[in-house]
């Protein structure tokens, strides 16, 4: 078995910006590495610690958030779905009339966000994004009636799919390629959205990237990422055909691929979504995997096929001390997207489990926190669901390394019912999206009522 498959496609992946926006902001701020932080200085010598490729965050884009939620919402949304465990603690200071969010750690510097007064009510919070309770009722049959919905096929496929390591192969059998099989997946749900009366965008249309850059454009940022892991004069390229070398993550053309695909991507598709599209659903297709074992070269089927979907929540202590994750998550939570975001999960979740029949997964690490009443539907902090400001169901149904999930992908598309892997049933991409629009249906059917 030959494979370039890591263990988990949930792996965080988001303002808009666009990298000509990062390129003028690198020519603005100077950044430095100092006690394991990067920090950027602009033009009035403030420092910023900033994830990966994040642009400095605008703190002006708060403003028009100012008393458009009251103090237990605002306590119930912090402490319970975005930084439970007191993950806030010290960044943001909750008083009875607003809250104080520190902008900048070094020098410290802050903001105001003014609640609004339980009594006279809130102001509506400005956003692109239209709840499905505020769409009035849709005509019989269509349940997404003007409703626009983004597909977003997570990865890249084609020639890219080695390179992002979402690919693996037994011997000479059919290629398992995650960003192949979630466009598939996309191509066939889109008719049926459409159907159902939805206005239906693709966020990526076909194999490969969406973003004009290329690994070569990421090299000088591919540096700074290891100067910070104290690789300060770092080899250039790796043997591709060595697949097991321990140390290609220490060479730039690991980190400035890294940081192509995993991140300068999904910060291209946020640009896209929240400028161009504007939906008032994202829904991230991917598919889950699990880890190989000890050997990448000898890697074996894992027994275990389940699902789970995400919602953005969740913040680690750590994550909340980037000034741009802060800033994020804030956009996030004052925009209200969780409570559409978990209700549309909660629903295409048991759509999935009854159309799959898969069983829970559950994670057992602490960076995601199980929500809702189901245990399909779990708060975690991905790069898109942070980015995109629009609410997102992120899909990961599946076990692609599970012997199940292998042959049905060898099986490939047919009409009807077959038997495979000992159990008769639709083809995987045609049963993925089947219960993914089943799902919607329901949650924006019983949301809006028919007329």
């Not at 100012?66 to 007191?86: G, H, S």
């Not at 802050?110 to 499905?132: D, H, M, N």
């Not at 049926?192 to 290329?214: C, D, H, I, W, Y």
């Not at 991905?382 to 899909?395: E, G, H, I, M």
Request: neutral net charge.
């Amino acid at each position: 078995m030959r494979s370039v498959f890591p263990p988990d496609s949930s792996t965080p992946r988001g303002p808009r910006v666009s990298f000509r926006a990062i390129a003028s902001a690198a020519s603005i701020l100077r950044c430095v590495l100092t006690a394991g932080l990067l920090l950027c200085l602009g033009p009035q010598g403030s420092a910023q610690r900033l994830s990966p490729l994040a642009p400095a965050p605008d703190w002006k884009e708060l403003e028009p958030f100012q008393e458009t939620i009251t103090r237990p919402e605002f306590m119930q949304l912090l402490e319970k779905v975005y930084a439970p465990n007191e993950a806030a603690r010290g960044l943001i200071t909750v008083g009875e009339t607003a809250a104080i969010i520190r902008t900048s750690l070094h020098p410290p510097a802050e903001v105001q966000l003014r609640f609004a007064s339980e009594s006279a009510g809130a102001k509506p919070p400005p956003r692109y994004w239209r709840p499905a309770s505020t769409l009035g009722p849709a005509p019989a049959g269509r349940p997404l009636d003007s409703v626009k919905i983004a597909l977003d096929p997570g990865h890249l496929g084609g020639d890219w799919a080695k390179m992002e390591e979402r690919w693996f192969q037994v011997g000479s059998s059919k290629p398992v390629a995650e960003g192949e099989m979630t466009l598939r997946v996309a191509q066939l749900l889109a008719p049926q959205l459409r159907a159902l009366g939805a206005e239906v965008l693709f966020v990526r249309e076909k194999l490969g990237p969406t973003s004009p850059n290329q690994p070569e454009t990421l090299r000088e940022a591919a540096r700074a990422e290891l100067a910070l892991q104290g690789i300060t004069h770092p080899r250039l390229t790796y043997n591709a055909a060595q697949k097991d070398d321990p140390t290609r993550g220490q060479t730039v053309q690991w980190q400035s691929e890294l940081l192509f695909y995993r991140i300068g991507e999904i910060r291209h598709r946020a640009e896209v979504v929240n400028e161009t599209l504007q939906p008032d659903l994202v829904l991230c297709i991917h598919f889950n995997a699990e880890g190989w074992g000890g050997d990448p070269l000898n890697p074996e089927f894992v027994p275990r096929n389940h699902l789970h979907l995400l919602v953005n929540g969740a913040y680690s202590a750590g994550e909340l001390r980037f000034d741009d994750q802060r800033h994020d998550f804030l956009m996030k939570l004052l925009n209200r997207s969780h409570a559409e975001e978990l209700a549309a999960s909660e629903s295409v979740a048991a759509a999935l489990s009854a159309g799959a029949n898969l069983p829970p997964y559950r994670y057992p690490t602490p960076n995601a926190r199980p929500v809702g009443a189901t245990p399909f539907v779990w708060a975690r902090n991905l790069l898109a669901n942070r980015l995109y400001r629009a609410p997102v169901v992120f899909l990961e149904p599946y076990v692609m390394n599970s012997e199940e999930l292998w042959a049905r992908v060898q099986a490939g598309e047919y009409d009807g019912e077959r038997l495979v892997a000992g159990v008769r049933r639709k083809d995987l991409f045609r049963e993925y999206a089947d219960a993914v629009a089943v799902g919607l249906a329901e949650y924006y059917g019983k949301a809006r009522g028919t007329r």
